[in-house]
Each structure stands twice: as C-alpha cells, then as structure tokens.
C-alpha cells in the first residue's frame, strides 16, 4: 500500500498484542458465503508510471480550442494566490468544524464567506454553501414549500434546463412543479411570459408556495426580476432568484426586488470548470426564513475569556440533530469552494469584479457586432449582459464544424432545450474578460465560412 | 503572527482599506455598460473588501494555521475516514486537460475525462459488486437521496405505490432519516440490539407491505460488521421492498464483502473517505451510488456510454425515460473523481484489501489499549471504528467525553467524533484509519489514558481545556439566541488593522 505506514513489524506487534495469528480473524463475522474473492482491478501502480497515465489522459480533452461557450459556466481569470493558498493542507485537509476550537480558520473563513455573499446578493442570510447551481435551486424550490406548508412551485423555462430538470428530481417525493412559458415574440421574447405566470398564479385551487426566475435567464436576457416578484408575493408566494455571482457587481440584486430567497453557481468566482464540479452552491435568504435554510450557518460569539471567535449556530435545522426533521439531509458541502470564492473576491476587490463584468460586457457586445458583420444576429431583442443567442443555419452541423476549426461556438441550442422550435437553429455564445478581440474577429471569419460550407449539405447533420 | 503574538485574526472586512488593490484586472472600455437599462443596473455598491495581495495573502495563511488538519495531526473522527490525502491526486486534478475542461462540450472533447469516469465507475462497480455505477451525486447524503428515489421509482413504475415507510436503525447517521423525508417517506426507526446489532425481532415486526426500503449502514456507525446481514436482507426481500446501503463505512471490508453480491440493491460510496478525496474544511465529496441489475434504469442521467471502438458519450436527455432525472448541474464533482481515480490505480485490489486489513488490525489495536480504562459496550472485534464510552469516568469524577475531547486537543490529537451514534452514553466514535503509524496510535492511547488519570486527579484542568487552543470553549447559547450571521459594517468606527 503506497502511503501506509505499517511494516511487518507494526503488524505482528499489534497482532501479537490482541492474542491473534492473522489480520483475516478480524474478519471472522462476515458470513462465509458472503466472503469477497479477490477483486479483479488493474495492478497498483508506482506513482511515477501513474502520473503519466494521468497526464496522457488529461491531454485527451480538448482544452485548446478558443471558447465562447458559457450557459453557466464561466471562464475568468483566478488570480494564482487563489490556488496556491487553496493548496495548504490546513484548509483542505480538515473536515466540518466539529470542535470550534481546533477550526477558527475554517469557521471565520466561512463566516466572512456569507458577509461577502450577503453583500453581493443584498440578502441577510447565506448558508455555508451547496453542492451547486442547481442542487441550490433545489433546496430553494423546497424551502419555499417549508415556509408557506403549500406544494405548488412554479419554474420559468429561462431557468437552466439542468437546473429544471435537478428541481424535478427534487420534487420527486410528492411536490408539484409547472414551467412558466417564455414569451415567444415581439421585445421580451426569451423571457417570462408574465401573463402567463399571472393566469397559473391565479389558480387558486392550486396555491403557489414560489415562483422561480433566473436572471440573466439561460438565454442571457435580462428578466423583469421586480414585476415577477411582485406577482409572486400578490399571490402569497414566495420569490427565488436564480443569479450569476458575477453579475452581480453591476446588475441589481435580489435583496433590491424582494427576492425571499437567491440560489446561484458560484463556480465563476474563481473556481475551474472541471468538467461539472466541485462548484459552489450559493443559497441565501431574508431574515424571516433563516430556520427554513438548509446547509451550515457560522455565526459569531466569544469564547470563555471572552476573544472574538465563531462557531457553527442554529444546528437545530440540521440532519445530525433532527434527522427525519431536519430541513435537508445535506452534510457534506462545499467549503473549500467557497473558499475559493472568498479568496477570489478579496483578490481582485470591488472595482476588479465590476471591470471582470463590464469587460464581459464589452466584449460580448464586439462578439455581437462581429457576427452581426458576417450575418448572424441575434435571436432576442432584449437586453443582455455578456451571453445571447444567435441565429445559425444549420446551427449543430455549424457548430461541429467550427470545432473541427478550434472552436468551440458556444452551445447548440437544439440538444439542450429540444423541446422549444424557437431554439432549433441558435447558438447561446458568451464572452468574459478572457476573451480577445482577435478571438472573436477569428471566430467571426471562421462561423461565416462555416454556414457557407454546410449550406451544400442537405439534411443529415443532426448528431 | 503565527509562531509569535495573537493567533485571531481580523476579519477582511476589517483589514480593508479604500483604495487597496488592483492590478488584477485590465480597465473595461468607457460605456461598456450604457447599454444595459439602468433599471436592471445595481444601484448601491456592495461594501466587499479592499485588500492588497500581500494582506489577502498573510491573512488566508494565518487563518489556515488555526486549523486542525489531517495534514498537521491524527484526527480519528469516527464515521468520517480522515485519511492520508496524496499530493499526487491533488496534482492530478489540477492538470489543465481536467480542470479547464467545460462541462457542456461535446463529447468528443472530453474522451480523457470520459475515460477516467467511465473507468471509475468499473472499478467502483468491482468492489461493491454491484452491475452498475452512478458518479454523478456531490456527496454521501446526495447519494442516499439518489438511492431512495430510484428505490421510490422502481415501486412506482411497478404499480406498487402504498409503500411509504423506509426502516432506519436507531444508530444510523442522521443522513438516512433525513434523506427519507425527502423522499417523501416516513421513517421507521428500529433499536438496536444489546450486542450493537440491529434488534432483528424488532426489524422483523415493523417490515410490511408498506415498507418501501430499509438503510443499513454495514459495518454500523458502532464500527460492527452486521453479522446477520444475509437473514435481513432476506427479510427485507421477502415483503418486497428493497435494501439501501450507506456506504460511509467502505473502508472496513474492501475486498472482503461486496455489498452487491451480499444483496443489497444500491448503495453509496463516500470517495472522500473511503478512497482518500480531501474532506475541504467539510467539502467537497463525491457519494457515487452504485445499484444492481433491476434498479439500472431508474440511475440518474445521463450516464457515461461506452461504445465498441472505444469512445466514451454522455447519454441523452430522453435515452432511458425510467431516469429519475438529474441530480445536479453536471455530471459529477469531476475533479473529485480525477483524485478518486489516481487513488485506485495506485492501490490495486491487493493494496485496496491491505487498506482495510490494516484499517481494521489499527482500530482493534487501539481498542485494545484502552480497555480497561474506558467503557467499550460492544467487546467484540470491530471493524475500521469503535465506540468507547466516558460513562464510568463520568460517575467517578463527574468528567464527561466533552471534557476529555476538549483534553484531547492539549495533547495534540483532534478529538474522535463524540456523543454519535446517540445509543451510547458519553459515547466517542474513534478511527484511526491505516494511515497511522504505530508510534501516532500508541501516542494516542497514552494521552486518553493520561486524561482517564488527569479526571481523578486534577479534573478542572480537563473541564477549563482546552488550554493550549487559539480560543477556550465557546459560548454557543448566545450565538443561537442571537445569531451573528454575517458583518455588518459600523459606521465611522475604525478598527486597527494588528499588522
């Protein structure tokens, strides 16, 4: 065994001193039929030989092609001190602060992660982090069920549709979720339909305990977040914001138009893609509903001699306490993401996150007016931050093919929400401060040649 | 500030000073955001700090050497497997072709990660026996919510819908019952037996034709390989429901009982115990769950496919329409998986069966040192874990385990995990895990034997512990009562910065 510590003498030591012969007699109470055979696995293997298995495999994914693909996940620039003092095994190392006063670190470490949130939300209360996005949105949805003892949740379809399909799961136990419509045309087409959400409100044989809306929505438009949560409280239910941490330096937040609870993906505060996580998932909520939130709470208190310190508080909500009373089963978190997170926001600063949006900005409208020089507009109207849909011909054969070219156009619309005909020739494109002018100017040139080379191609190109 | 002067740390919010920081970020063009309404445009600034990189740099590191960490000592808190983490993996996860790797690119982008993945869940599915794997839930309790909606779904789309009890022994993690109501379901607790078994009687009594499943934590949270394992997973059987395993305790017996093969329907895998993820300060896990033959079309989707020549592709949406649906954004906590990985093919099956022999002959050993001096309600071998009791030393000197935990950190050790599972009086879960030396674990039994004397002898030094902390113990009565939940900043008081 590569990292353990026991020679053959350590063994027969202990062994010796419990009176056995053999390790197998610790074994004894398993039933012999139910003995295991050897496992059939691949021999163990010297880490050298190891590491570079690792690394051909790693060399394997495609991380080289120039990017405009977001919905949801954001590439930024994470200042290296973010990595290196995530790396001190002090702080990934240590588990749930158990014993306050073996873990002040990672107690005030959460602690000012919530402060920093609260602020960035414009919300009260911040849990301790979730798994991600979408399990955020989850608990958000059933929190909302909780608070009000209705069972009725309404989702609109500019929420991620993976975060649609999580809260489903979710509600699998005996909940009810509807989708609100987009709007289909005219100014606000992407966008909630708010007549629509009016009328399914309206039925008051099937009460609302919330109303959930994304903003930027998954198109990345900009949604009418104050009148959505206007209709939602008229009708006695409540408001969960679905939000991008980021965006939050210069959009409004959901404290400001009375979000009762704020769900988000934390993972553009400085943390990898990955492929799908670890990410970080944001939950917050006003004070009213702090013994509703699920998840770990630090608050602060003094110890015996009366010094500053934290401590994890209001345990009574939690799994190991309450068991089938408990507000969640969650244990297990994310800690160290929102570590990460924190690190992040206090290495670039307010007026780095802000530049980090208004750059995405700026750059996302280039890649607009780039594309729009070669033909392709975009699909929405309204207004957006730094991601919108366009209209492509052939939309997946285009994109198969820009990847061919090195690029990775964004997302075809068409495999993630199939269902809406509106979608079936669009790819959602984004650009953040990483992206260059030259990258984009490339990209123009490239999508142009690319709809031209598929127009000969007559049917077949759907994967 | 470490080595010399106070330990605490001011908050960040109390190190910023307006006007510190930048150079992270180039400037955004003049206007950039004029095309944004102004009525969607943040009105008021939020109060984040400003820092310089030194101040961001000095503080994080501070903190962090507050922290009790696997890294800095032996930390045998029971039920939760704090292992050795190797560097290597931690390497691994950090190489760019994993960690730059966006989740929504096609798939024939990712065959290096949909590779490792698919790897993992054969190998996975190897040691538990079970037909198939899903890595997709973020930890353990995700898992159990996975394995109990699948168990929900195969019920359902049998047409077997009156089921709505799950069984729970009374010493299982709070996780289970929890994860039960999520679902939907009521809990049905069932006590334990004198011997730290489940009261097979009892167990017997309460499955019906309501109960939809049973969870069983094997070996138990008392560190106890349940020995009639196979008479109550017949039983569970024979009403027709199903049997769910929480895997937190894998570490005991692997390569020497598979789950699967024993009969148990699905299960999860904690990989930050079990196969050596860091814990992070309380996250990131991963809970992998595995399942056999009859629950495979309720997994989680997608799934990762593996096709005749090779590739690897995720499932589509409406591939397997039993699906539960997706438990999360993405496929899984990937670059926990990457680390996972590295950890299994450096072990092979014979170093894996090593890690739970040695696991084991460490937890015994240990045991074994403190017998005599504390209560050990279950005196028969365990498994990777044991409780040992306080109750003695409670009656004879009024010492509780609290107070020897508290002790405990003077010494140099984290304290075990203490009053869990709840059926045990002034009970501490104790394990050690088979990355510890001999010296570490003798070290270990000398401390809770001297503190065993200490509570005759000198009992307030124990009730003031600990002594040698950054801070004494808390008030955690008046952090409830009046929750301190984030920083508020004050107005016009300023806080001097200690460096």
């Not at chain 1, 210069?250 to 943390?271: F, H, K, M, T």
């Not at chain 2, 903190?63 to 696997?70: G, K, M, R, W």
């Not at chain 2, 329907?265 to 009859?294: C, I, L, Q, Y």
Request: hydrophobic share 40%; with cysteine.
């Amino acid at each position: 065994m590569p990292y353990g510590p026991h020679t053959d003498d350590d063994r027969t030591r202990m062994l010796t001193a419990l009176g056995l012969s053999s390790v197998d007699e610790l074994f004894d109470d398993i039933p012999e039929a139910l003995r295991a055979f050897p496992l059939d696995l691949p021999p163990p293997e010297p880490e050298q030989e190891l590491a570079a298995r690792l690394r051909s495999l790693a060399a394997r994914n495609r991380t080289d092609l120039v990017s405009f693909l977001g919905a949801g996940v954001y590439r930024h620039w994470s200042p290296p001190a973010v990595d290196q003092l995530l790396l001190r095994g002090e702080w990934y190392t240590a588990y749930t602060p158990y014993q306050p006063e073996v873990s002040q670190g990672t107690l005030q470490s959460i602690y000012e992660y919530q402060s920093l949130m609260a602020e960035l939300l414009d919300m009260d209360i911040v849990s301790a982090s979730h798994y991600d996005g979408a399990a955020a949105t989850a608990e958000a949805a059933l929190m909302t069920c909780r608070a009000t003892r209705r069972d009725r949740v309404l989702i609109s379809r500019g929420v991620h549709p993976h975060y649609r399909d999580t809260v489903a799961t979710y509600f699998k136990g005996g909940l009810e979720l509807d989708e609100i419509p987009l709007v289909t045309d005219g100014e606000a087409a992407g966008t909630t339909d708010m007549a629509a959400l009016e009328a399914m409100l309206a039925d008051t044989d099937r009460p609302v305990a919330g109303v959930v809306a994304a903003n930027p929505d998954f198109l990345g438009l900009l949604e009418p977040m104050p009148r959505i949560a206007g209709l939602a409280h008229d009708a006695g239910a409540l408001f969960v914001a679905v939000v991008e941490p980021v965006s939050l330096a210069v959009l409004a937040p959901p404290g400001s138009y009375g979000a009762d609870i704020a769900a988000g993906e934390g993972q553009p505060l400085g943390i990898a893609p990955q492929y799908g996580g670890p990410y970080l998932g944001i939950l917050a909520s006003t004070e009213a509903l702090v013994r509703q939130i699920p998840g770990r709470l630090v608050g602060m208190t003094r110890d015996l001699d009366g010094q500053r310190a934290f401590v994890m508080t209001l345990r009574a909500r939690e799994q190991d306490i309450r068991r089938d009373k408990a507000a969640s089963n969650i244990c297990t978190n994310q800690a160290l993401l929102a570590l990460a997170a924190s690190i992040y926001l206090a290495t670039i600063g307010p007026h780095g996150l802000r530049d980090v949006a208004a750059i995405g900005a700026a750059r996302a409208a280039e890649l607009e007016s780039a594309l729009a020089g070669v033909g392709i507009r975009r699909l929405h109207p309204g207004p957006y931050l730094n991601e919108f849909a366009v209209e492509v011909p052939r939309a997946l054969a285009v994109h198969r093919r820009l990847l061919g070219a090195g690029f990775l156009a964004g997302l075809a619309l068409a495999e993630a929400e199939p269902a809406d005909p509106t979608l079936a020739d669009a790819l959602l494109v984004c650009a953040t401060e990483v992206t260059t002018s030259d990258e984009i100017a490339r990209f123009a040139r490239a999508i142009a040649d690319a709809v031209a080379e598929t127009a000969g191609v007559a049917g077949g190109t759907r994967r | 500030m470490s080595v010399t002067g106070p330990r605490l740390q001011p908050t960040i919010f109390e190190r910023s000073r307006p006007g510190r920081g930048g150079g992270k970020i180039p400037h955004p063009p003049a206007g950039a955001l004029d095309r944004i309404p102004a009525d969607a445009r943040r009105a008021t600034r939020p109060a984040l700090p400003e820092m310089n990189e030194p101040d961001v740099v000095r503080h994080y590191v501070n903190l962090s050497q507050l922290n009790f960490a696997v890294d800095t000592g032996f930390y045998p808190l029971g039920s939760c497997t704090m292992k050795f983490n190797p560097k290597l993996n931690e390497w691994a996860a950090r190489l760019r072709g994993f960690a730059e790797l966006h989740p929504m690119v096609p798939d024939e982008a990712a065959q290096g990660t949909l590779q490792v993945l698919w790897e993992l869940e054969e190998a996975l599915a190897e040691i538990s026996g079970m037909a198939a794997v899903t890595l997709q839930p973020a930890a353990g309790a995700q898992g159990e919510l996975t394995g109990i909606l699948m168990i929900r779904a195969y019920h359902r789309e049998r047409g077997d819908a009156d089921r709505t009890e799950v069984l729970v022994p009374d010493s299982s993690h709070g996780t289970n019952p929890a994860t039960a109501s999520m679902a939907g379901y009521t809990t049905i607790t069932i006590p334990s037996a004198p011997d730290g078994g489940v009261d097979v009687d009892a167990f017997r009594a309460a499955l019906g034709p309501r109960t939809a499943a049973v969870m069983i934590t094997n070996p138990s949270t008392l560190g106890l390989f349940e020995a009639r394992i196979g008479e109550l997973l017949d039983a569970v059987h024979d009403v027709g429901a199903l049997a769910y395993m929480d895997g937190a305790n894998l570490n005991a017996i692997l390569g020497r009982f598979r789950p699967g093969e024993a009969g148990f329907d699905v299960m999860h895998f904690n990989v930050h115990k079990t196969f050596s993820t860091p814990h992070g300060g309380g996250g990131p896990g991963a809970g992998p769950v595995g399942a056999r033959e009859h629950l495979l079309p309720y997994l989680p989707t997608p799934r990762i496919l593996r096709a005749d020549d090779g590739t690897y592709r995720l499932e589509r949406a409406a591939e397997r329409p039993s699906s539960i649906g997706r438990m999360r954004s993405f496929i899984g906590n990937t670059g926990v998986l990457v680390r996972a990985y590295a950890y299994i093919r450096a072990h092979g099956a014979a170093g894996l069966r090593e890690v739970s022999d040695d696991a084991v002959l460490a937890a015994n050993y240990l045991k074994h040192r403190l017998a005599g001096t504390f209560d050990l309600p279950y005196d028969r071998p365990c498994k990777h874990e044991f409780v040992a009791s306080a109750s003695s030393i409670k009656q004879a000197t009024g010492i509780r385990t609290l107070d020897i935990a508290k002790r405990l950190i003077d010494f140099g050790f984290h304290p075990p995990t203490i009053y869990f599972p709840l059926t045990v009086d002034e009970g501490m879960l104790i394990e050690p895990t088979e990355t510890e030396s001999l010296e570490t674990i003798d070290a270990f039994a000398d401390a809770l034997i001297a503190i065993a004397e200490e509570a005759a002898t000198d009992p307030q030094v124990i009730r003031d512990a600990p002594h040698s902390a950054p801070v004494r113990r808390l008030d955690e009565a008046t952090a409830a009562r009046q929750p301190n939940l984030r920083w508020r900043p004050m107005a016009g008081a300023e806080t001097p910065c200690p460096d």
